[in-house]
């Protein structure tokens, strides 16, 4: 069965962020001042671009209606990854 366009998205989204988590790994460390506000325009660097991704990502993840029969099953998880520090 194929999968949804909408599943297909989030799980490449996921794995850019783990890509670019990788590559931010094993190059100089991340600086603060590097990341500006993930909601402003379009980003100029590969932690804006992460910053941006993981916003949208946390808030369809917010969006989950925790009462719905294909969300039920990862609830712990779905409430996990609704905190920003997570």
Do not use: C, W
Not at 1 to 26: N, P, V, Y
Request: proline share 5%.
């Amino acid at each position: 069965m194929t999968e949804s366009l909408g599943k297909r998205l989030f799980k490449t989204r996921l794995e850019l962020i783990a890509e670019l988590d990788q590559r931010q790994a094993t190059e100089s460390p991340l600086k603060a001042a590097e990341i500006r506000d993930a909601g402003l325009g379009h980003p100029e660097s590969e932690p804006e671009v992460r910053a941006q991704v993981a916003a949208l990502l946390r808030t369809e993840v917010a969006a989950m209606n925790l009462d719905n029969f294909v969300v039920r099953p990862r609830r712990k998880l779905i409430e996990k990854y609704r905190n920003s520090e997570a």
